[in-house]
């Protein structure tokens, strides 16, 4: 049989093999090898629900649901099916919605990831926002996909999870059709759905065996010597349950017909039976294989033959998995199986009641079992069972030493739950990867209180002024991610490389004193610290902190005025990352920015697209924004105005103004830089009298020069757009003369260009002067710093340089061949002039714009349309989000002085 699992399957281009060392592993729908009882009548519902909006169905377990799925699978392998195999840690909103969102992006590339980000699904989210965000996600895709969740009775405790799917079957998009399988009845509105007939269900009645199946499974399980009277007497007390019938049959196999006297249908008897007729019928060393290795969640020979001391534990292992019920094996790796769960809750049961002795000694075998293969989640799985918190303690520290230092804080944060009110806490090497996770995951507040509990404590493991410095080291990476504004100002963190330079978390120290000089404008130093933490970092296996120092060293790089330098860095990085992992994250943002910088923007779209996914609460804040704006940069230069305009609303979301007002200022600049070039001049406006650009003009702050801070450079910047769009050039121009006479000393070049080239093109000197200019700034900063950055974030730089090559100035080649049409001055000219609103939307849209325009209500533009009220604020949305405006004001201000073309212009 296939397997489904998050949308791949063998044979298909997207399916990949399983890691044996995956985090979580997965519920696998399984392969049966012996040929499964197929059962027509139910597969043809399935294939006649999936064109509905929902199939639902519920049955308790053993009654043959994802056996039925699977089955109907087969059917047609080729079909596009997402499936999701639920757990209960799947309750969280945000695991939840980030695995259906894989999912579906496994069959469907078109899935639009800049649409619903990790970010959706935070803790402010409601159900609406999170359905619309899914919704516009899936817009694009053109087939249908059916999303098939397993075990749905896991989501029951999170409302918001299941109000989601309400709003998806309610106003589903196009592509999706959903299968839910449950043990119970999930909490969705159906009413409606049965009314309009977008629902089939399937029941226990369904799912029961009929005399005639019955039969058939007689047969196939080998046993064709029971008699119709029986066979009917035990579908009378089984109720038609598979499991029952399979146990009952399988005990029949071994001890004649007459066994099944004893049988009583229910769940609870048919264990016990399981316990007396079936289990003991096998040979001793099958039963205890059995009883022993149901400590396992999933097994393989040659853990069974060191841990259980067994010998030819593979072969009695397919022996078992033959019979479809003890053993079923897993599709993703040859060799491994698991039990039921049904069953092996019954063996674990009966395990403890007869060799309780036995069950640490077996837990701490596994432990070094999978130690040994470097599987440090299920090593302590069994740890935490063996009744030996050394041993437990031992491997937390392994474990956690080398998730942070590979940068995997999911890992660890799976084990936090676990370990709150534990002892464990005291030790050095399990509080501080556990502290910098959290402070990294942003759970500042429980950060916060483990770190004072750290520091109370005392020196448990280490020396008192080890145990002094890294309390320091804490307290500074806490302040510097949950309020980098404060954090500028600190100079103490030299101190804390002073004392720290003997201990582990010296080239973290280097990092953060890299990373607060990269905030103080002072690229030279920032390099330096950066270098050598990278050296140190190197040397102590730390990848995902060496990576971060290089994605430091790029930035410098590049505001240095090295592009070529920070480009082949970068890379070179690149090529040689590993295919997972955070490191990966990071060397694929320095790759997005430099793919920018060489104008290859579809490129650097694309790997934005991969990256949004990634990016979560646990990412870097520079990360993030790094990712966000140039995608929201790229995508404007494009064409993709409205999606760009939707991302950067996303960026603002995930800002916090207390603490990231670095990044405010970035997104104020480029929202305002986005809406001129738009020719949204009233939409410029507003956005800077919303960022208190105005107040900030007449309060004189630009009157003279100031300290430099790169928030201010980028309030600067952004006011300068606002005045060049409204004609107000002096005023502009004397603004980025203040900002020039800042930045000069801090060595910040490309910063300096984007300064001097909007200056210039603030004067009004015939065209003649463009020659005069580009000599002026190719001699002061160099040709080789004029990258796509320049274009974008002086506009009008294209024309002028375009004019000054007319005048006789020279490019290179390579210059040419990388920016030149850029410099063609037509194509910038198109960028500038204002489009025709009705030509972005829909005929459906401009004929709720003009009914907009002409002062209809919401209640008016439904009846003028004939759609419902919750439609037409849908496509108000649409509306609005495409012609870059908030509201229904804003829509019209846009077509004030234009008039708006009639029905089929």
């Known amino acids: 049989m296939l397997s489904y699992l998050m949308g791949s399957r063998p044979g298909h281009p997207r399916y990949r093999q399983q890691n044996n060392n995956t985090m979580h592993q997965e519920t696998l729908i399984t392969r049966h090898q012996t040929p499964l009882l197929e059962r027509p009548p139910l597969v043809e519902a399935l294939d006649q629900g999936a064109c509905k909006r929902l199939v639902l169905i519920t049955a308790p377990a053993g009654s043959g649901k994802t056996t039925l799925i699977r089955q109907w699978l087969t059917t047609d392998p080729g079909r596009p099916v997402a499936f999701m195999a639920l757990n209960d840690r799947d309750n969280d909103p945000a695991r939840f919605f980030a695995r259906m969102s894989q999912a579906i992006r496994g069959e469907a590339q078109e899935f639009d990831t800049s649409a619903f980000t990790p970010f959706d699904t935070g803790t402010n989210s409601d159900a609406a926002t999170i ?189 078992l998995a033959r019979q479809e019920l003890f053993l079923m094996p897993l599709d993703h790796d040859p060799g491994w199986y698991r039990f039921h769960p049904l069953l092996r809750e019954f063996l674990q049961t009966r395990l403890t009641m007869e060799s309780p002795a036995l069950i640490p000694v077996l837990h701490r075998r596994a432990t070094h079992w999978w130690l040994s293969r470097s599987d440090y989640h299920q090593a302590l799985k069994h740890a935490e069972n063996s009744d030996d918190p050394t041993l437990l303690g031992d491997i937390i520290e392994t474990a956690f030493g080398l998730w942070s230092r590979e940068g995997h804080f999911s890992r660890i944060l799976f084990w936090d739950y676990r370990l709150q009110n534990s002892p464990l806490l005291q030790r050095t090497g399990v509080a501080v990867p556990l502290l910098c996770t959290l402070i990294l995951s942003r759970r500042f507040h429980q950060a916060a209180t483990m770190l004072e509990r750290f520091r109370e404590g005392g020196p448990q493991d280490v020396s008192p002024d080890h145990h002094r410095v890294l309390v320091r080291f804490l307290e500074l990476y806490l302040e510097l991610f949950q309020n980098d504004n404060r954090f500028i100002g600190r100079d103490d963190y030299e101190e804390l490389i002073r004392q720290s330079r003997h201990y582990d978390v010296f080239p973290l120290s280097l990092c953060m004193a890299a990373y607060h000089h990269l905030q103080h404008a002072r690229p030279e130093q920032a390099l330096d610290y950066a270098s050598r933490a990278r050296e140190v970092l190197k040397q102590g296996g730390h990848h995902f902190m060496m990576d971060y120092a290089g994605l430091i060293i790029a930035l410098c790089n590049r505001s240095l005025g090295r592009p070529r330098q920070a480009t082949r860095d970068i890379q070179d990085a690149y090529q040689k990352m590993p295919t997972d992992g955070a490191a990966r994250t990071l060397r694929s943002t320095a790759m997005v920015v430099a793919l920018y910088d060489q104008n290859h923007l579809s490129r650097a779209c694309e790997l934005c697209g991969e990256l949004l996914p990634k990016l979560n609460k646990a990412s870097a804040i520079e990360v993030i924004a790094s990712v966000y704006l140039t995608y929201a940069r790229c995508l404007f230069a494009l064409g993709y105005k409205d999606k760009a305009t939707h991302i950067l609303g996303k960026l603002e979301h995930i800002l916090e103004p207390e603490k990231n007002r670095r990044f405010i200022g970035h997104l104020i600049a480029e929202r305002i830089r986005q809406a001129w070039l738009s020719g949204a001049r009233e939409l410029a406006g507003q956005a800077a009298r919303s960022a208190g650009l105005t107040d900030l003009l007449q309060r004189g702050d630009w009157d003279k020069p100031g300290t430099y801070s790169e928030y201010r450079e980028r309030l600067g910047l952004a006011t300068v757009y606002w005045l060049r769009a409204t004609g107000r050039h002096a005023m502009a121009g004397r603004i980025l003369r203040v900002l020039a006479q800042e930045v000069s000393g801090t060595g910040l070049v490309t910063r300096a260009l984007t300064i001097d080239a909007n200056e210039w093109l ?144």
Request: charged share 20%.
């Open 131 to 319: 359905a619309e965000a899914l919704h516009d996600s899936m817009a694009p895709i053109s087939h249908p996909v059916i999303l098939i969740l397993d075990d749905v009775q896991h989501l029951t405790t999170t409302p918001v999870i299941l109000d989601v799917l309400d709003r998806l079957l309610e106003q589903p998009p196009k592509c999706l059709h959903l299968v839910l399988s449950s043990r119970s009845r999930p909490a969705l509105k159906l009413s409606r759905l049965r009314v309009e007939q977008q629902l089939t269900e399937l029941t226990v009645r369904d799912l029961r065996f009929s005399p005639q199946e019955a039969e058939k499974l007689c047969h196939t399980l080998g046993n064709p010597a029971v008699s119709s009277n029986t066979l009917d007497h035990l579908l009378r007390i089984t109720e038609g349950w598979i499991t029952g019938l399979r146990l009952a049959l399988l005990a029949a196999q071994e001890k004649g017909e007459e066994a099944l006297d004893a049988f009583s249908g229910n769940q609870p008897e048919v264990m016990a039976y399981f316990g007396d007729m079936v289990l003991q019928a096998l040979p001793d060393s099958l039963r205890s294989l059995c009883l022993q290795s149901s400590l396992f969640d999933r097994m393989t020979g040659s853990l069974c033959d060191q841990v259980l001391k067994h010998t030819g534990s593979a072969l009695m292992l397919e022996h």
């Open 762 to 905: 603030t004067r009004t000197e015939p065209t003649g002067s463009s020659r005069q200019a580009m000599d002026t700034l190719i001699q002061k900063h160099g040709l080789h710093n004029m990258t796509r950055n320049i274009f974008d974030e002086a506009p009008g730089f294209g024309e002028l340089l375009a004019t000054a090559t007319q005048q006789g100035l020279v490019l290179p080649d390579s210059y040419r061949s990388m920016y030149g049409e850029l410099v063609d001055t037509t194509a910038r000219q198109t960028n500038t002039v204002r489009p025709d609103p009705f030509s972005l939307l829909t005929s459906r849209e401009q004929e709720i714009y003009r009914g907009l325009l002409a002062g209809l209500n919401n209640t008016g533009l439904s009846e003028l349309t004939g759609t419902t009220l919750s439609t037409t604020k849908w496509h108000l949305k649409n509306i609005y989000s495409k012609l870059g405006v908030s509201n229904r004001t804003e829509a019209v201000l846009l077509m004030s002085g234009q008039d708006a073309p009639g029905p089929g212009a």
